[in-house]
């Protein structure tokens, strides 16, 4: 059977093609303050990514209300747990947590999860996900159960990164955590990226345009801020500039 890749992924593929470079703004539905983000984010973002570490209590009326904003911008969910779906949304990152040191996080919670993805008709992005230094001290790394990759290790990520493309995933997503000190190291990017061809997304700690840039020319694919914008969202626009100026000029290499 042939791979299927649907609308939302053939889009982001559209615009790597064009531009370079990918810009997903992470909008978590419990931040009390996540409507008047997505307000201000909806003319920069070329997709929302919605989820949190720590449950959910109201992702379809959330998800409803920011689809009414957003317009045609996907939202991608990013499921901390099997509670993390919702019909109301365009697709899901299908995810495995693949450095947990517990297999609820590799593989049992996507696959309770896998026949809601199929009830909604939710568009599944394969993807593997990767806790990398300081995740430890973030949410996700205590409810993940992460063993982080160590950023003096960037070979290690690398080879995750390949064994997901053996794996059939075709994004790889390297997690500092959200709020992170500092975010995953330029060299662990470009061996991440070199090694593995697949579309590689880098969040945690990325707090100003001067570090995204460098960030895509290193290799990253798409970039992801969150806490940034809850604390200011008037800096989408300069992120998003910076982002998109780095990923022409990687395109022109």
């Known amino acids: 059977m042939m791979v299927f890749i649907g609308d939302v992924e053939k889009r982001l593929n559209k615009i790597l093609e064009e531009e370079g470079a990918l810009y997903f703004i992470l909008i978590d539905p419990d931040e009390k303050n996540c409507i008047d983000i997505a307000k201000k984010v909806k003319d920069y973002a070329d997709a929302i990514i919605m989820g949190g570490s720590i449950g959910i209590t109201n992702l379809n009326e959330i998800t409803k209300e920011i689809k009414e904003i957003v317009g045609d911008i996907p939202i991608i969910l990013f499921p901390g747990n099997v509670d993390g779906l919702t019909p109301h949304a365009d697709a899901v990152f299908f995810m495995s947590l693949m450095n947990s040191n517990n297999t609820y996080w590799t593989t049992m919670a996507p696959t309770l999860g896998a026949i809601t993805v199929k009830k909604y008709n939710l568009e599944a992005i394969p993807m593997a996900y990767l806790g ?41 997503y390297l997690e500092a955590g959200s709020g992170a000190e500092f975010p995953v190291s330029n060299e662990m990017i470009a061996i991440s990226k070199k090694l593995s061809g697949i579309n590689i997304i880098v969040g945690g700690g990325i707090r100003t345009p001067e570090v995204a840039y460098q960030k895509v020319l290193s290799g990253a694919d798409a970039i992801v801020t969150g806490t940034l914008i809850e604390d200011n969202p008037d800096a989408v626009k300069e992120m998003r500039d910076a982002i998109k100026k780095a990923g022409m000029e990687k395109l022109k290499k």
């Open 132 to 172: 990398i230094e300081p995740i430890k001290r973030t949410a996700v790394g205590f409810v993940g159960e992460v063993n982080e990759i160590p950023q003096r290790k960037p070979e290690i990520a690398g080879m995750y990164c390949l064994s997901a493309k053996y794996f059939g995933m075709r994004w790889a």
